[in-house]
């Protein structure tokens, strides 16, 4: 039986079935006996409520796991495997083991609880699940709440609790669920209405939240999908249409949309969470309500929110409301929107990393339930054991380095009446190469030093004069042209002469990289020192044979490439670009 049916059963709360383990800091599941516990030899029953003292010899507790849970008869033997029911409020408090009344016993300080990181805006859902310890069962049950989709080849196979990674958060205007028919739009597949686009970086010192406006002129790719009886078509793509059209127009399912980020950024998309409006809705009124805060009072007759200026709390309803509106702040379009979606999951997490959330049982449990049913993600992390990995790898990321910004944008040229925006080509690139490379936006100086730090330890060693460094250029992504730009400047401006165009890689790859053999590391060196290559670049393997039957390495240039002639570790600027961090309060105007 499920900690929820045997709570109700017994008239117990269930949350109160979860307990505080001060020894390890987590909640446990601790289900309550089917019957009352007899008495030993020599000792009273209870009766109205009356605590019976405890017999002369102690009981001995056998520790408790999944499969030895036995009922004790009614009026039989003492149950001695589960451990003891948490007290009610107002019930009468038993006496502690081995003692007969007087003081309680000095306990622990608990240790503070593990997160459970919930991350919602708009008409989309972010939610991470961490439930500490709990009871196998009930594991089981949220299991069974996600929903899963099959994207193939468009994510990771697997999560890696070792490497940096990406989640596409994709929020639909789909009116699925009780009382949203009046949201979005009637009969919508849909849409991706709101894209955020979260990186988080290997070392988890910083993370980026990257919001892709729907109405972002882009080339969606060919599609391949998986259908309900198995077989598998693939949906034609497109040119030079809005973004929200990625997702659900034609069949696409989230494997089109991230295969469509990834064509139009650079940035590798691992896996997706997906959610509709009822996500919002839930998800706030689990945690009894989300602090934001506007500049002006809000009336707005569309989203029907209705807010004075100042501070408020919204949850349910009010909160979908807030997320929703447009007509209220800046100049009513997407981009202000989106604005004020950022500075309330910036508010959603500063309350779901509070005290008050942490240490509570039923916040926690209502959570749980809201978070897994509100989520349809990629098989790869469709258990509850991988999401609450995310969550713990998410916690260790400081919320002051957690950056939210938007793809750089400019009014698309081609139009009269400006409704769409196309990619800011000057600001752009700058932000996807960050994220590519794990840059922090709120800490590049540190970065900086981090990177010549690693720098002066890899190129220790002797080096090769650059007469001696043969190597053979590749195009893996780069601008079309740069393999000849690139060997040109390393003949005439470096003295690399023993270089030469290989023409095009067999696949494209978003960084630089450098394949030497052992022999070659000298070489390496060198040409790490002239193209300024981090240590992940360079990629000890095999050589290949040049035109004059010499052992040569293989510099790929991927699409972080940024010219001939310029180093790729060269310093970053943060970009010029409006962004917002998570343990920031901001007012909406």
């Known amino acids: 039986m499920d900690a929820q049916r045997r709570g109700r059963g017994e008239q117990i709360d269930p949350a109160d079935q979860w307990v505080l383990n001060p020894n390890t800091g987590e909640y446990e599941l601790r289900l309550a006996p089917s019957a009352p516990q007899s008495p030993g030899p020599g000792a009273r029953g209870t009766a109205?409520?009356?605590?019976?003292?405890?017999?002369?010899?102690?009981?001995?507790?056998?520790?408790?796991?999944?499969?030895?849970?036995?009922?004790?008869?009614?009026?039989?033997?003492?149950?001695?495997?589960?451990?003891?029911?948490?007290?009610?409020?107002?019930?009468?408090?038993?006496?502690?083991?081995?003692?007969?009344?007087?003081?309680?016993?000095?306990?622990?300080?608990?240790k503070k609880a593990k997160k459970v990181l919930v991350w919602t805006g708009g008409t989309m859902a972010f939610v991470l699940v961490g439930v500490g310890a709990a009871g196998y069962f009930y594991l089981q049950h949220l299991e069974g709440n996600v929903t899963t989709t099959d994207v193939g080849s468009a994510g990771a196979g697997n999560f890696s609790k070792d490497e940096a990674f990406s989640i596409l958060i994709i929020g639909t205007d789909k009116r699925t669920g009780e009382g949203n028919e009046g949201y979005g739009d009637k009969g919508s597949t849909g849409h991706a209405d709101t894209t955020i686009l979260l990186h988080v970086a290997e070392d988890r010192s910083n993370a980026t939240a990257l919001s892709i406006p729907r109405d972002l002129i882009v080339n969606i790719p060919d599609c391949p999908t998986k259908l309900e009886d198995g077989s598998e078509k693939v949906v034609p793509g497109l040119r030079g249409v809005r973004f929200n059209r990625s997702l659900g127009e034609g069949g696409r399912d989230p494997g089109c949309t991230m295969r469509t980020v990834k064509e139009n950024t650079g940035i590798d998309v691992d896996h997706f969470m997906m959610a509709d409006f009822n996500a919002v809705k839930t998800l706030t009124t689990a945690v009894d309500g989300v602090d934001v805060c506007v500049e002006k009072p809000v009336n707005d007759k569309e989203s029907k929110l209705v807010l004075p200026a100042g501070e408020s709390t919204v949850e349910g309803e009010q909160a979908l409301a807030f997320v929703r509106t447009r007509k209220s702040f800046g100049n009513s379009g997407d981009l202000d929107r989106i604005k004020v979606q950022q500075q309330f999951l910036g508010s959603l997490m500063r309350k779901m990393s509070s005290s008050d959330t942490l240490t509570s049982p039923s916040k926690l449990l209502k959570l749980a339930e809201?978070?897994?049913?509100?989520?349809?993600?990629?098989?790869?992390?469709?258990?509850?054991?991988?999401?609450?990995?995310?969550?713990?790898?998410?916690?260790?990321?400081?919320?002051?380095?957690?950056?939210?910004?938007?793809?750089?944008?400019?009014?698309?040229?081609?139009?009269?009446?400006?409704?769409?925006?196309?990619?800011?080509?000057?600001?752009?690139?700058?932000?996807?190469?960050?994220?590519?490379?794990?840059?922090?936006?709120?800490?590049?100086?540190?970065?900086?030093?981090?990177?010549?730090?690693?720098?002066?330890?890899?190129?220790?060693?002797?080096?090769?004069?650059?007469?001696?460094?043969?190597?053979?250029?590749l195009n893996g992504g780069a601008v079309a042209g740069s393999a000849q730009k690139t060997l040109q400047y390393l003949q005439v401006e470096e003295g690399v002469t023993k270089s030469e165009n290989g023409g095009n890689a067999p696949a494209a790859l978003a960084r630089t990289t450098l394949e030497y053999a052992p022999g070659q590391a000298d070489q390496a060196r060198r040409l790490a020192d002239i193209m300024g290559l981090s240590g992940s670049a360079l990629k000890p393997g095999e050589s290949v044979t040049n035109a004059q039957g010499l052992p040569t390495m293989t510099l790929t240039l991927g699409r972080d490439f940024k010219g001939a002639g310029v180093k790729l570790n060269a310093p970053v600027a943060a970009p010029d670009v409006e962004k917002s961090t998570a343990d920031k309060v901001k007012c909406a105007s």
């Open 48 to 110: 109205g409520g009356r605590t019976a003292p405890r017999a002369a010899t102690p009981r001995t507790a056998t520790p408790r796991t999944a499969t030895s849970r036995t009922a004790a008869p009614r009026g039989g033997a003492t149950r001695t495997d589960v451990p003891p029911q948490r007290r009610r409020r107002g019930a009468p408090e038993e006496p502690p083991p081995g003692r007969r009344g007087g003081r309680r016993p000095v306990q622990q300080k608990p």
């Open 370 to 473: 809201a978070a897994t049913k509100a989520l349809t993600v990629d098989q790869a992390i469709g258990s509850v054991g991988t999401l609450k990995d995310i969550a713990l790898e998410l916690k260790k990321v400081p919320t002051k380095n957690i950056t939210f910004t938007t793809v750089p944008v400019k009014d698309n040229p081609a139009e009269t009446v400006k409704a769409t925006v196309v990619l800011n080509e000057a600001k752009a690139p700058q932000v996807f190469d960050m994220i590519k490379n794990d840059v922090s936006f709120t800490e590049v100086k540190k970065q900086q030093q981090k990177e010549k730090d690693a720098e002066a330890a890899r190129l220790k060693g002797t080096k090769a004069p650059a007469s001696e460094v043969r190597v053979r250029i």
